[in-house]
């Protein structure tokens, strides 16, 4: 008796749609790369009941031909590939010939277009991937496609769309890629026969961020520069990033392109974290919009039906590549913030708020930071070989301290300027630690060897991790008893560390996932917080002076090894503001 069998023809267009389509967003997603490739200059989305009642997708692009458009929905039809090495050339965003079959296989769909060559255009009705009616009519060069009764013969996976503004938000999500990306054209969003987002499609990125995303986000960015010649050819990026105050915890706000395809790429947001170094705590992540050029055949777009994933042939040059970017960028910039309190009319307009969704309240004080000033090349390299160091323009008096935690001082041009005593203090023993020891962990004998209670899950943990260990400067042996003994530990926590916190500091930094150089830095910065003096500690004038100083010979005195500021800065300007002089 026969067990396998070959599936219908309708069942397999189900199945396979089922990996381009999940959602509303999906169908938006392939209807603006379709239009995008067909050379539009316009591109009008609409959506009924956040695309649950319809998509519509309206595009002046060269349209399809009359011979074209049937063929236009069978399975890996293209206009895009004709053999696999087109792959190594490509300069489209489709190329699989899956979006329009999948589509019109789990919807209702009608297809108006008329190709630049010719005198009238082509209606086409087809309902659940079959062709039910065609007609020749009458419009402009373009194409629009309306999607209806999405996944209306696949009940169960209507249930898995969500919520009206969920979906609306990923809907959102997907116009504003494109936007960013695509800023020569005119993008417009339409909800239930609302506007909701339009770009002037002038070919300037930083305005489609103001439309998107709020003048308050837009005005903290820095424009990425390129790093200098190293002899990566092919290689170009361009975008922004935020400067350190404007931070999140999570990697939402990063858009990643590469030849101005958005991906999903775990290298390229590793190396834009990486070049902040210190500058964001570990689980903090910057704005960023990065566009990155590269040859074609240096890259694998062929990966997923989603087209959202990609290889690189060469990671190790791109992602040092773009690490050297944004540690170029960052170099140039002054990153104490300004406190500043932003007038209710001059608040950002949130994406929540264009829908007329619920979001939390905004807090009334955001932040702000100005341009100049150096940033540190590297973290484990000496200071010796930088011999620029940073540009603070804090005077050495007067100095106040408040709340037994704070210094306060004033600049240069009369600008107030609050220290964080412990994150300065550790900002200078980190950069200390880092002259004297470079890439070097040198070890110190216990006089009394360490044998600590471990819990399972610890003892794992450190028999995982044993050499790890041992190359950030532990001594540190296994017991036939199933339990381990520390002989030395690294000579920066030698007098600093007490036995019952090594246990603690050992956790820390196995759990921490980087590479050994980033683990090296953790042990510089976890050395530099013991050594610090703390918040809550009263200080003498001198002691305070020391600290300013001393902070203004460091190479990057904005934030903590940790990635937390060091200072703010309240203006003379604000200030006058505030007590109605201006």
């Known amino acids: 008796m026969r067990h396998i069998f070959v599936l219908e023809e309708h069942t397999i267009g189900k199945i396979a749609a089922g990996e381009v389509v999940d959602r509303p967003a999906s169908v938006v997603k392939e209807l603006i790369e379709n239009s995008l490739d067909a050379g539009c200059r316009h591109v009008i989305v609409e959506l009924g009941?956040?695309?649950?009642?319809?998509?519509?997708?309206?595009?002046?692009?060269?349209?399809?031909?009359?011979?074209?458009?049937?063929?236009?929905?069978?399975?890996?039809?293209?206009?895009?590939?004709r053999k696999i090495e087109d792959l190594l050339t490509l300069n489209t965003l489709g190329f699989r010939g899956e979006a329009l079959p999948s589509i019109a296989a789990v919807s209702r769909m009608a297809v108006s277009t008329r190709h630049r060559d010719e005198d009238f255009g082509?209606?086409?009705?087809?309902?659940?991937?079959?062709?039910?009616?065609?007609?020749?009519?009458?419009?402009?060069?373009?194409?629009?496609?309306?999607?209806?009764?999405?996944?209306?013969?696949?009940?169960?996976?209507?249930?898995?769309?969500?919520?009206?503004?969920?979906?609306?938000?990923?809907?959102m999500?997907?116009?504003?890629?494109?936007?960013?990306?695509?800023?020569?054209?005119?993008?417009?969003?339409?909800?239930?026969?609302?506007?909701?987002?339009?770009?002037?499609?002038?070919?300037?990125?930083?305005?489609?961020?103001?439309?998107?995303?709020?003048?308050?986000?837009?005005?903290?960015?820095?424009?990425?520069?390129?790093?200098?010649?190293?002899?990566?050819?092919?290689?170009?990026?361009?975008?922004?990033?935020?400067?350190?105050?404007?931070?999140?915890?999570?990697?939402?706000?990063?858009?990643?392109?590469?030849?101005?395809?958005?991906v999903k790429n775990e290298l390229m947001v590793n190396a834009i974290k990486r070049g902040y170094r210190t500058l964001l705590p570990k689980n903090i992540y910057p704005f960023a919009v990065l566009s990155l050029q590269i040859e074609p055949s240096e890259i694998n777009v062929n990966i997923h039906p989603k087209k959202h994933e990609i290889a690189f042939f060469h990671p190790e040059s791109v992602f040092q590549f773009i690490v050297s970017s944004v540690s170029t960028t960052l170099r140039h910039a002054d990153l104490i913030p300004e406190v500043v309190q932003r007038a209710e009319k001059e608040r950002s307009v949130s994406r929540g708020e264009l829908f007329g969704l619920p979001e939390g309240k905004g807090k009334d004080i955001s932040v702000h930071i100005h341009v100049q000033s150096s940033f540190e090349p590297s973290e484990t390299e000496s200071g010796a070989n930088h011999p620029e160091m940073s540009c603070l323009d804090i005077?050495?008096?007067?100095?106040?301290?408040?709340l037994d935690s704070y210094i306060i001082a004033e600049s240069k041009s009369g600008d107030v300027i609050m220290i964080d005593q412990h994150a300065a203090a550790e900002r200078i023993n980190f950069e200390k630690l880092i002259a004297r020891y470079g890439r070097r962990i040198?070890?110190?004998?216990?006089?009394?060897?360490?044998?600590?209670?471990?819990?399972?899950?610890q003892l794992l943990l450190l028999r995982e991790n044993v050499q790890a260990l041992r190359d950030m400067g532990f001594d540190i042996e296994p017991l036939g008893d199933g339990s381990y003994i520390i002989r030395a530990i690294p000579?920066?926590?030698?007098?600093?560390?007490?036995?019952?916190?090594?246990?603690?500091?050992?956790?820390?930094?196995?759990?921490?996932?980087?590479?050994?150089?980033?683990?090296?830095?953790?042990?510089?910065?976890?050395a530099a917080c013991k050594a610090s003096i703390k918040a809550g500690e009263k200080l003498s004038y001198e002691s305070m002076r020391a600290i300013v100083e001393e902070l203004k010979k460091t190479k990057i005195p904005y934030t903590c090894p940790h990635g937390r500021p060091t200072m703010i800065r309240l203006t003379r300007k604000e200030i006058e503001k505030r007590f109605k002089r201006r």
Do not use: W
């Open 49 to 81: 009941d956040s695309g649950r009642d319809y998509i519509r997708v309206t595009d002046d692009g060269c349209g399809i031909s009359a011979e074209d458009v049937e063929v236009a929905f069978q399975k890996h039809a293209t206009s895009k590939i």
């Open 173 to 262: 999500d997907v116009f504003t890629i494109y936007a960013l990306i695509y800023p020569e054209i005119k993008f417009e969003l339409f909800h239930d026969g609302r506007m909701v987002l339009s770009t002037s499609g002038n070919g300037k990125m930083l305005d489609v961020i103001v439309k998107a995303f709020g003048h308050a986000v837009a005005k903290e960015l820095i424009e990425l520069e390129e790093p200098e010649p190293s002899g990566k050819t092919g290689l170009k990026l361009y975008g922004f990033v935020s400067k350190p105050a404007v931070s999140y915890s999570t990697r939402r706000y990063i858009f990643t392109y590469v030849n101005r395809r958005y």
């Open 395 to 402: 005077l050495p008096a007067p100095l106040y301290q408040v």
């Open 442 to 457: 040198e070890k110190q004998a216990l006089l009394r060897p360490y044998v600590p209670e471990l819990s399972p899950n």
């Open 491 to 526: 000579v920066v926590f030698h007098g600093m560390v007490h036995e019952d916190e090594l246990m603690e500091i050992i956790q820390r930094l196995i759990e921490d996932r980087s590479r050994v150089e980033e683990r090296i830095k953790l042990v510089f910065a976890t």
């Open 122 to 171: 082509t209606f086409l009705s087809i309902d659940g991937g079959k062709i039910k009616e065609r007609r020749r009519i009458t419009r402009s060069i373009g194409t629009t496609i309306e999607v209806k009764s999405l996944f209306y013969n696949l009940p169960a996976r209507i249930g898995t769309i969500k919520s009206r503004s969920t979906e609306l938000r990923h809907i």
